[in-house]
């Protein structure tokens, strides 16, 4: 249960203010959200993630939110008897680990999703890969990080081949908030599981996004001491994939990042979902958080 702390009204004020040259700066463009399965674990959360995507909508700017659920498919998988495994942060994905991650995140996660931003006052559109053509994709062929004469076979994970942004932004256009589930689809038909970090960094490619905002369950990205690292170059996130720094559900996150800067994303940020407002912080106020990921 998180308590909001009492703002005096003359604070409050000075924080509307303030949010004015990012609210001007921002109108009218695209940001991408990442709500990451580790960020919405709290329904107080949750609700606060739903009234700051209601909010920047409110005010002229496109929030497009691309959400995980990785927690939610293992406890799924749990209550079959299933364990998930991964391997360099993605899902080893058989045929019924791939039925039970769609029902998870396109019947669970993105309606109740849906569902919170309708009751904050906005008009969301839950999507998978599959609706509008939006997310074409091929199975993945892994390799080890370290020694690319290793591959791995992760079963149906999907590597992203196109990415047909038309009912993302025919949405926008209408007032809608796109709520899009990491699933896409092959050219049998066949269902791809992709991580979500993969799904929002392309997408804020595709839409020469402002922003990408990836919300997470750690302050940012950590040093090996557990520092926080603010800021990080394409060469110093090198170096942390060579020395182990990074594992786990952060090297999609980073490579993701990365190449969404390189892409020209103007800013790509990973910040901590589990701070209230911790989106609308980072966007409309000069506070700099988390991480932030820069192309050199
Ligand atoms: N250097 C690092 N800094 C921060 N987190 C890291 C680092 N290396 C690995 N991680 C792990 O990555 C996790 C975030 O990725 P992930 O579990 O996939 O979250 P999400 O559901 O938000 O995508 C963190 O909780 C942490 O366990
Ligand atoms: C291939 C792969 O790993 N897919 C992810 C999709 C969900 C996801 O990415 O959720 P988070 O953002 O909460 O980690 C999975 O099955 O867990």
């Known amino acids: 249960m998180t308590t909001t702390p009492t703002i005096a009204p003359r604070d409050k004020a000075e924080i509307l203010a303030q949010a004015l040259p990012y609210i001007r700066k921002f109108h009218g463009k695209t940001m991408v959200i990442k709500y990451g399965g580790n960020a919405m674990t709290d329904p107080a959360l949750q609700a606060d993630f739903a009234e700051d995507v209601v909010l920047l ?76 053509g939006l997310i074409r994709a091929k199975k993945l062929k892994m390799v080890d990080n370290k020694d690319p004469s290793i591959e791995y076979d992760v079963g149906q994970v999907g590597d992203i081949v196109s990415i047909d942004p038309s009912v993302v932004r025919a949405l926008q256009d209408d007032a809608f908030i796109p709520v899009i589930s990491p699933i896409g689809f092959g050219e049998e038909n066949e269902s791809y599981n992709i991580n979500a970090d993969v799904v929002a960094s392309k997408l804020a490619t595709v839409l020469q996004a402002e922003k990408l905002v990836l919300l997470t369950n750690t302050p940012g990205v950590l040093d090996k001491a557990g520092n926080l690292l603010t800021d990080l170059t394409a060469r110093e996130i090198d170096g942390l994939f060579a020395d182990g720094t990074i594992s786990g559900g952060m090297l999609p996150k980073i490579s993701g990042a990365l190449d969404a800067a390189k892409a020209g994303v103007n800013a790509v940020h990973i910040i901590d979902g589990r701070v209230p407002h911790s989106m609308l912080l980072e966007i409309l106020t000069e506070q700099a958080y988390g991480t932030m990921i820069r192309s050199h």
């Open 57 to 132: 909508k409110l005010v002229g700017i496109n929030p497009v939110v691309v959400h995980g659920g990785g927690p939610q498919i293992e406890a799924a998988l749990g209550r079959l008897g299933k364990k998930g495994e991964f391997i360099q942060g993605m899902r080893v994905t058989d045929e019924e680990t791939m039925e039970v991650v769609e029902w998870v995140l396109a019947g669970e996660v993105q309606q109740d999703i849906v569902g919170l931003i309708h009751q904050a006052g906005g008009k969301a559109v839950g999507l998978t890969g599959r609706d509008g």
